[in-house]
């Protein structure tokens, strides 16, 4: 049986923090289908290799799995189908032109319940070398040494 997310837990894209520099953040909704909120609600998502297209003045993002709701019946949806985000236009017009930039996407990085309301967190992000990738390792490494080290005092 699946765990159940409480209900004020986050999805979080752990890999877009590892693989990426997260430039800047935008609070988006989802146009999502009945069965879709169901089994986000039952925490069955994955948001590994997504990634966000702006396309007709419309955002979508693309391979975000939510897999099929258990008790849904023939009108269940489709996993991996586009998802449009909704956002202002003017945010839209923002993004437009800096995912025109070289080496610069959109990816979703967490998707949350705010009330009643599914939200997602929409970042404007930079690829990271290799070099930066273990460098952030380290800073991790030695930021729990010393939690430990703080820890072990008391």
């Known amino acids: 049986m699946a765990k159940k997310k409480p209900a004020g837990a986050a999805i979080v894209n752990r890999k877009a923090y590892h693989d990426y520099h997260i430039l800047e953040k935008f ?10 909120v169901k089994s986000i609600r039952a925490g069955q998502l994955n948001m ?5 297209l702006v396309k007709n003045g419309e955002v979508w993002v693309q391979n975000l799995h939510i897999s099929p709701y258990k ?16 956002m202002h236009k003017r ?3 923002r ?8 080496g610069l996407t959109l990816v979703l990085t ?5 009330g009643n309301w599914l939200k997602a967190e929409l970042a404007l992000v930079k690829g990271k070398q290799l ?20 820890r072990n005092d008391l």
């Open 71 to 86: 008790h849904g019946n023939i009108m269940n949806h489709e996993p991996m189908r586009p998802r449009r985000l909704l």
């Open 131 to 150: 070099h930066d990738k273990r460098q952030a390792i380290a800073e991790r490494d030695t930021k729990r040494q010393i939690q430990r080290a703080l």
């Open 110 to 114: 967490r998707i949350y319940w705010k």
């Open 91 to 93: 945010e839209i017009q």
């Open 27 to 36: 609070e988006t909704g989802m146009e999502l289908q009945g069965t879709e």
């Open 95 to 102: 993004l437009i032109g800096k995912t025109q930039e070289q």
């Open 48 to 52: 590994r290799d997504n990634y966000a």
